[in-house]
């Protein structure tokens, strides 16, 4: 199984809206990441998880909380969205983070479409 | 800080290959990536080099490395319409994670 798996594949929520946005992975993998991608743009890292901690946040809105409840698992947490927030939120995997190195390939799920109205 | 640069579009036609081209600015950088993202999908890695190496092979895909000009390529043989796509070249090096290029849009035309 060499899949990252994304869920809801789309999403439209209101600004008051909570809502969550999901990634799994059964790799073995240790580190997991959200990524945010706008239309023509590259994706922009937001947040790494290295063994279930959190490695880095790229100064990203507090309005965005990430959560990793185990090693497979990787939850971002949406709450009072602006509408440029929309964009395509992508979760990636890798191998591991030892010394500030990514150790190995970045895999990447098919990402979730995210609209906020 | 670390750069990555690539030519926003390339038309090709049908059964010619394709050459996709890339700059990095970071010399310390070990890995070099090509991603593929088809619309509306996620990123797939279709191949990687270590900078100690210049020219990695697979199938139909040819990287060529020039660590010197800090130039890679991407040479797709043969292309077929389901090459149309945005082609990402990433690096990593110093820094913590891979830094992506704006990529660049692959048009196959019959």
């Known amino acids: 199984d060499t899949e990252v798996t994304q869920t809801p594949k789309h999403l439209v929520m209101g600004m008051t809206n909570k809502k969550s946005l999901k990634c799994e992975q059964h790799?073995?993998?240790?580190?997991m990441y959200w990524y945010k991608q706008k239309a023509k743009k590259p994706p922009e890292l937001m947040f790494v998880y290295s063994y279930e901690k959190l490695s880095i946040n790229e100064s990203v809105p507090s309005r965005f909380s990430p959560e990793c409840p185990n090693s497979s698992l990787l939850n971002l947490h949406l709450h009072a969205l602006q509408p440029e927030d929309s964009a395509l939120y992508l979760c990636?995997?890798?191998?591991?983070?030892?010394?500030?190195?990514?150790?190995?390939?970045?895999?990447f799920g098919e990402g979730s479409r995210l609209t906020v109205l | 800080g670390e750069d990555v640069e690539q030519s926003l579009f390339l038309s090709v036609r049908e059964g010619d290959s394709s050459v996709i081209n890339c700059t990095y600015t970071d010399s310390s950088s070990t890995y070099l990536y090509w991603y593929k993202q088809e619309p509306g999908a996620g990123l797939q890695l279709l191949t990687y080099i270590f900078s100690n190496m210049d020219m990695k092979q697979d199938q139909r895909l040819t990287v060529l490395l020039n660590k010197k000009d800090k130039h890679l390529s991407l040479r797709i043989a043969d292309t077929q319409t389901g090459d149309s796509a945005i082609y990402f070249c990433?690096?990593?090096?110093?820094?913590?994670?891979?830094?992506f290029g704006r990529g660049t849009s692959l048009i196959v035309h019959p």
């Open positions: 990433a690096e990593k090096g110093g820094s913590y994670i891979p830094t």
């Open positions: 990636a995997s890798s191998p591991g983070l030892a010394g500030g190195t990514l150790i190995g390939e970045l895999f």
């Open positions: 790799m073995g993998h240790r580190a």
